[in-house]
């Protein structure tokens, strides 16, 4: 029994980081002026966070975002 305890518990943790994590990031090549989206704050000098550097939860949130972005619009 305790160690079903034990399972549940570090399966509940994991599960819970898992969900903090979830970043997306709308980011625009500055040579090619294409938006897309990212997962991982972009370090690359060629790349820059659009949208005031807005941090949207979910792929489906940060694709509804980058269509009302007018730099994305192209």
Known sequence: ???LLISA???AIMTGTAYAQAE???VQDTSTKKCTIVDNKPTA???VV???GKV???RTA???GMKSM???AN
Request: net charge positive.
């Open 56 to 58: 949207f939860k979910s």
């Open 70 to 72: 007018k730099v994305c």
């Open 9 to 11: 518990a570090a399966a």
């Open 1 to 3: 029994m305790k160690k």
């Open 62 to 64: 940060a694709e509804t």
């Open 45 to 47: 000098a060629t790349t």
């Open 50 to 52: 659009v949208g005031d």
């Open 24 to 26: 997306f990031y709308v």
